[in-house]
């Protein structure tokens, strides 16, 4: 990390504050563009370490070269002779090189990681091949890069380093973090996160959260002005990233952070009271989670369940895909997490801001992938995953409550078909004398398109129980890319339209019978508690750190007039005097 301490102005700028709490630190910027090629400083210790890393990736190489060589050898004559020739020269550049041998001298010398050591050397040789101003030798650089490609990607095959060795308390400040890249973070390392891309809504936003990592998103002119070693703050609950502070500003941060330090303590004594309304109404206040390991923030919390356990980060930071005993072993973990309390766990959401990498090239890559083959739609195109997925939860089932809720459903047809799926794999499991839960578990259905809301009654007479995913049903409703953060002052869920529609749902499955919750983001907000109460909802699930906010929120509430409130809402016709409406209600009740 390169520090330079003549930079002294102090610069404030403004973003998204998508994610709350302050983080002071120094930061570290992830280059434009190469956000999995790290550059870092490693320990004089770790030399040895980082030069085998680097001549492993080498043979690797090597080795997948031949291999393609072998492969060549089956084109007609020519051109298996001219990719032999090509190979052969990236085979010469892997082998005592002028690259390997420069690589080996910048991780010795200079310290570097092997990552930041080829991209260095690399640089070095291909502007060397520029400057002889030869038209063979300017084509040979995009051959050098290939080479140095491969071996970055070779050395990516262990978890992105860049971020678990950083030192602790560094503030991630990027053009863009994605959500499988935000969960890689570790709140132990990372303070802060700051970024140019990326609205409220978005997952990335969703991982800072549930990681308690205070973010700012949406960032304008972060990048070129910062560099690495700067001293930032993240202001998260307002939305600033302040870089240089002055020593008054930072008196004041930390001032600040104390004060939320104490604020969290005492909510901590909420933990073990009862989710109750003033008026004696229960309420279920579930966790949303991202990774198995949030069970204990989760439990910890005193949450009355998993109301929405998103597999889909199971599949993120690999290139293969879990099997059935891997994601059979995860979610029995968190089953056996919540002991007698019910978890619901979602099938694949993969698609839109959500990529892996076993399936990205295949079918994730679209024109537009929130209107793609997203979730349910990715099931149907590959029925093997849900399979797997659908035998792993009823495994899992045995060791506790489980229920499985299906993301993105459009229409009964989608319902009815996995119903037929799991009904299938169950009998095969039974077959095979494998233990499953029994009777199998309840199957719910996620409502968070607007022609799902429009159609809950429909969809409540095939479900056992209906999750309003508000998020999404925002985000589709009013055209409003939940993750772009040039429409993020345009994304409303308190639009009369939303409102609507997670009414119409609400009543659709109170008289169906079947239990309904949020598990959209308002529902850890404490200033939509009133509202979805007065709607009628009793189950909100949310991210664990949340928990405790609400509960306060929902202690201190009258039920009868939250919904005479709910009532005067929803004869609204403007977002704007709902607003208003609702912070009112919500300052004169706390
Ligand atoms: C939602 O859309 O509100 C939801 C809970 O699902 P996700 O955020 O994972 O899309
Ligand atoms: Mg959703």
Redesign the pocket.
């Known amino acids: 990390m390169k520090t330079d301490s003549s930079a002294t102005t102090e610069i404030i700028l403004s973003g998204l504050g998508v994610s709350g709490g302050i983080a002071i630190g120094p930061a570290y910027v992830v280059e434009s563009g190469v956000s999995q090629v790290p550059e870092y400083v490693i320990a004089p210790e770790a030399i040895d370490a980082e030069r085998r890393r680097f001549t492993e990736a080498a043979a690797k190489a090597r080795r997948q070269i031949k291999m393609l060589k072998a492969k060549a050898l089956v084109l007609p004559d020519a051109a298996s002779e001219e990719i032999g020739f090509l190979l052969d020269a990236h085979l010469a550049m892997l082998t005592n090189s002028r690259l390997t041998r420069g690589v080996e001298r910048r991780i010795a010398g200079e310290r570097v990681n092997a990552e930041a050591a080829i991209q260095a050397e690399i640089a070095v040789i291909a502007h060397g091949f520029q400057e002889m101003d030869d038209a063979y030798l300017a084509a040979r650089i995009a051959d050098v890069r290939e080479v140095g490609a491969r071996l970055i990607r070779n050395l990516g095959d262990r978890d992105y380093p860049a971020y678990s060795l950083l030192p602790p308390g560094v503030v991630v400040i990027a053009e863009e973090l994605t959500p499988a890249e935000t969960a890689l973070l570790d709140p132990g390392i990372v303070a802060g996160i700051a970024a140019v891309a990326g609205g409220a809504e978005g ?1 990335t936003a ?1 991982m800072a959260r549930a990681l308690g990592i205070p973010a700012v998103l949406g960032v304008r002119g972060l990048i070129p002005g910062t560099r690495s070693g700067d001293p930032v703050i993240v202001d998260g609950r307002n939305g600033k990233l302040i870089i240089n502070p002055t020593p008054a500003t930072l008196a004041g941060y930390r001032a600040d952070q104390d004060l939320l330090w104490r604020e969290r303590e005492q909510l901590k004594c909420l933990r073990s009271l009862p989710a109750i309304t003033r008026d004696g109404t229960s309420v279920a206040l579930m966790a949303n989670l991202e990774l198995p390991r949030e069970i204990d923030a989760a439990r910890d919390a005193g949450a009355a369940g998993v109301g ?1 356990f ?1 597999t889909e980060f199971m599949f993120m930071n690999r290139e293969d895909l879990p099997g059935e005993d891997e994601q059979y072993a995860l979610l029995r973990t968190v089953v056996e997490g919540m002991p007698d309390r019910v978890v619901t766990a979602r099938t694949l ?1 993969l698609g839109g801001d959500k990529l892996a990498g076993a399936l990205d090239q295949r079918f994730l890559e679209t024109a537009n992938p929130a209107l793609g083959l997203r979730a349910v739609r990715l099931s149907q195109r590959e029925p093997r995953l849900l399979e797997t997925q659908l035998a792993a939860m009823l495994r899992a089932g045995v060791h506790g409550p489980l229920r499985i809720l299906l993301p993105l459903i459009t229409t009964v047809a989608e319902v009815l078909w996995v119903r037929e799926v799991l009904a299938e794999v169950a009998a095969r499991l039974r077959r095979q004398g494998v233990a499953i839960a029994e009777p199998l578990p309840p199957l719910g259905v996620m409502i ?1 398109v607007p022609g799902a809301a429009l159609t809950a009654d429909a969809l409540a007479g095939c479900s056992d129980f209906l999750a309003i ?5 925002t985000q589709y409703t009013l055209a409003i890319d939940r993750s772009d953060e040039q429409v993020a002052h345009l994304y409303d869920p308190l639009h009369p339209a939303v409102l609507r529609l997670i009414q119409f749902t609400t009543e659709a499955a109170l008289r169906a019978r079947i239990p309904i919750s949020v ?2 983001e308002i529902a850890g907000d404490p200033r939509f508690t009133a509202l979805l109460l007065g709607l009628g909802v009793r189950e909100l699930s949310m991210t664990p750190n949340k928990l405790a906010v609400v509960k306060r929120r929902l202690r201190a509430l009258d039920l009868r007039s939250a919904t005479r409130r709910a009532q005067t809402i929803m004869d609204q016709s403007d977002g704007a005097r709902i607003a208003e409406l609702l912070d009112e209600f919500n300052a004169a009740e706390s």
């Open positions: 997952h969703i929405l998103r959401d968070e995913g508000t998020n999404d049903l598990c959209g």
